[in-house]
């Protein structure tokens, strides 16, 4: 599977000379649970600081698309947009979060897919369900995350997340919570 | 058959105001359908998405399903994508490349062009008065087609106004899209967005060309972001193109106002001209020497000097040079429009240069983004508040009433923040709707 998630960047790589062991499986799908929990009881700043500054959080507006530079994408964000995001969300004049949004997040078969046992990069598949809701409507969004996760001791971040979001070239209304 | 008469239709639009019904009711839908977007020239297409012989890319006119084509003979056809025999749609994804166009119910064969080249058992219709060199048994082609710069249009009406005469000063947003080009040449890439709105077509039309909005609607996005780049930008950063992009949302109304609007006959429209929320951007490395190579220094100018922001070309679709983009309305019901977006490259220019537009449409056209969505809601807090029986049935159009300057040809010019351009609309519209049937 191509995932588009450059993974030269921004890694925090462990050189302890030892191969690493990969991480219990429990423990990943933990943190993507873990993350799942923040997004629904919208604990945006705890959410952004699972993720390095330069780390890509990306919504492809294609199936397959293989790059986010050269095609549309539904979120293309590195810190600096999620940072806007996260206070927009509080802002009081954001109308289209008024009434707020509600989501439900369900994370399910994750597989860790590569452990780099030099860095302890994990690449981590799963597949979602979002429920939102707003205003007398809910929305059913589901697709597939791929996660390029940093281990450091006890210490999980995520350095990209793409999330391939099974009908993203069909046309949708608004996705007002992060998937 | 309407239950409104034309004068009951023209009795709609006031000089000031219109009746909220063009909005909310749905036998008006019908017979804007009818009567606007069966009749104007309706965008397809760029003929750069089908390039090849045989490649096909199936859209709609109105709500009519239709597939753009092209021929071997290089021609780009529409044709209604119905089978002439028991009526099926022929093209059944949104685009490919066939050199024959096969019905996925009896097999009937069709060219590119439409012509009808085989039917299986052929001999059962022996006399019959169908089949091959009956004009009737093809797919039949929509009566008017034609381009400008590759932009392919299409009219159901087989009368009416060249394309050229009726984009009167529309064309000359598509002459300096094309232009920004160092060859000339422009190309459909990066793919489409598709956002659903639960609101009538004409508001997100009307919006493209209201000024006051952007200050209170988006204060929530451009001013969010003014200030998370002013905390983490250090002194000497270069400035990205997303703040570049969503701090004019929120300048003031004078801007707005100063940016100034104009109209031109049949329903199209631009803000600015001189200046506009685009015309602040850093330039793009190596972009103006492209220009120069190709056009000399002072033509090179001229083309970057034309600062439009947004061109509405009544009522099919809209179009940003600066950022090489269009938006494309399709209506659906009374109360659902599905707003494409779809991203130009400028052939010969840096890549940054699409990268850009790309980035722009990430940000301010996708079902996601932090814009949108505020847009969305206004749109939607109207479609519903108008279905309020206060009393009050018009909606007002009122600002700079009357203090538009007219030129001789209809050529209307306003401030920036002038309802003008939704008077303009409506006078369009009249003129569509209360003029048949």
Redesign the interface.
Known sequence: MQTGINSEQDSTPVQTGQPLNPPDPGTLEQFLFHEARLLDEQRWEEWNDLYLEDAEYWIPATPGQPDPKNHISLIYETGLLRAVRVKRYKHPNAFSLQPGPRSVHLVSNVILDNFDETTGECLVTSRFIMLQYRREKQDVFAGSYTHRLVVSGDEIRIAAKRVDLLNCDAPLENILIYL | MSHYSNEQLAGLIREDSVHKKVYTDPDIFDLEMERIWNRSWIYVGHDSQVQQPGDYFATSVGRQPVVMTRHKDSRVHVLFNRCSHKGAQVIGDSRGNAQQLRCSYHGYVFDTDGTLLHIPREEGYNGAGFGKGNPESNMQQVPRVDSYHGLVFASLAPEGPDLKTWLSGAAVSIDNLVERSPEGRIEI??????????SNWKMFVENLNDAMHPM??H???S???K???DE?LKEGDPV?F?LEM?APFTNNYDFFEKMGLTAWNYGHSVTGGKFSIHSAYSPIPGYMDALTDKYGEQKAREILAVNRHNTVVYPSFTLKGAITSIRVVKPVAVDRT?IE?W?FRQVGAP?EL??RS??Y??LI??????V???D???YHRLQSGLQIQDGNEWVSQHRFLGKEEVEEDGTKHSAGTSDMVFRHQFQTWKDYMASAG
Do not use: K, W
């Open positions: 890439a990066g793919g489409c967005f598709r956002y659903l709105h639960d209170v609607v204060q929530s996005s001013g969010t972001a200030r998370v780049f983490r990205p997303e969503l599905v977006s991203v890549e699409f990268q790309i980035t449409c990430n056209n996708s079902h996601a983004n932090l949108g969505p505020d969305y809601e206004a």
